[in-house]
């Protein structure tokens, strides 16, 4: 039976190929997506969403936007001109507009009266800042319970991209992260930069993505081409002419949990620190009294990642 699961996003080119995975992945049910602001503002991060999902045939899949700013950072939506990243995703996708449109319902709404109704397991999985997660906490304490897992993309431990010490998700909404790590979900597993980096995807893998000729191909390929010209351009890593797909690494390890190797640990979210704000504090030698709550990806196997997407972007729907 397949698995099912809610994508909670800000689309983003990482997060349009999440979606891309998990809406064509056979073993996967997509139940929803919701949007939150954070790589470009929400009704951006919904227009991409619905315009991937119309693009590959799966218009099907209902979109519900979500909060448009992070619960208590007074500085965001950042100006554009100063968040690094805007080169990796741009405003728009480069798809056609959609014909879908949003439901009505708004993200956290739809959230909260989802996992009250569930009579199957389905798995959370936000890949952009932690808002709609942290709200539906806030409204609706009970929640924590209804989700059985929660798989995440956000934090790092040797790496930072939006500050030297902390990764761009778990930044934008500090205190919403920090809710999130410290609710006592019942499993939360973290893909960090940590995962992310060692799972990139080369000029190489698009190419063969672009010659599958499907839509999913044709998509993935610009948005993977894009990242890594602004990679090289502005975030080089240790190989040229290849970037992460970070959000797409949380699908695969629903489908493949050997795609990324974990230690379980306490982490804790930083929200003070003028240096340290939105770091992850992974406990990794049990120095602190709290007991492990999070399964914290430390690595990520490339070549099962690169080979899943061809796969399932071969597919049409
Ligand atoms: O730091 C990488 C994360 O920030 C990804 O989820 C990307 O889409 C942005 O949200
Ligand atoms: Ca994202």
């Not at 539906?136 to 790496?159: Q, R, S, T, W």
Request: aromatic share 6%; charged share 20%.
């Amino acid at each position: 039976m397949a698995r099912k699961l809610i994508l909670d996003v800000d689309t983003g080119t990482d997060d349009a190929v999440a979606i891309m995975l998990a809406a064509l992945h056979p073993d996967l049910e997509l139940v929803g997506v919701t949007t939150v602001n954070g790589n470009v503002e929400v009704q951006y991060c919904t227009d991409n969403s619905l315009r991937t999902l119309d693009f590959i045939g799966r218009g099907d899949i209902p979109v519900f936007e979500g909060l448009n700013r992070p619960l208590t950072r007074p500085d965001f939506p950042i100006p554009r001109a100063i968040k690094k990243s805007t080169g990796v995703h741009g405003l728009e996708l480069p798809l056609p507009a959609p014909t879908s449109v949003k439901q009505s319902k708004a993200a956290v709404e739809f959230l909260i009266e989802t996992y009250r109704a569930a009579t199957e397991e389905i798995v959370l999985v936000p890949t952009g800042p932690l808002s709609n997660i942290a709200a539906a906490i806030a409204l609706y304490p009970k929640f924590v319970d209804l989700v059985p897992e929660v798989v995440l993309m956000g934090g790092a431990h040797h790496h930072g991209n939006v500050t030297p010490s902390a990764e761009f998700n778990i930044w934008a909404d500090p205190d919403a992260s920090a809710s999130v790590f410290a609710a006592g979900f019942r499993k939360l597993v973290c893909v960090p930069l940590d995962a992310t980096h060692e799972a990139l995807v080369s000029l190489a893998d698009t190419a063969a993505m672009e010659a599958l000729g499907t839509p999913a191909g044709i998509a993935a390929s610009r948005f993977i081409s894009r990242r890594i010209h602004a990679y090289d351009a502005n975030q080089p890593m240790a190989e040229r002419g290849a970037a992460p797909v970070h959000d797409a690494l949380c699908i695969a390890y629903l489908v493949d949990p050997s795609v990324i190797t974990t230690d379980f640990r306490h982490v804790a979210v930083e929200t003070m620190g003028p240096l340290t704000m939105g770091r992850t504090v992974v406990d990794t030698n049990f120095r602190g009294e709290n007991p492990p709550n999070c399964h914290f990806a430390f690595h990520a196997d490339r070549g099962k990642f690169n080979a899943m997407m061809l796969e399932t972007f071969a597919r049409t729907a």
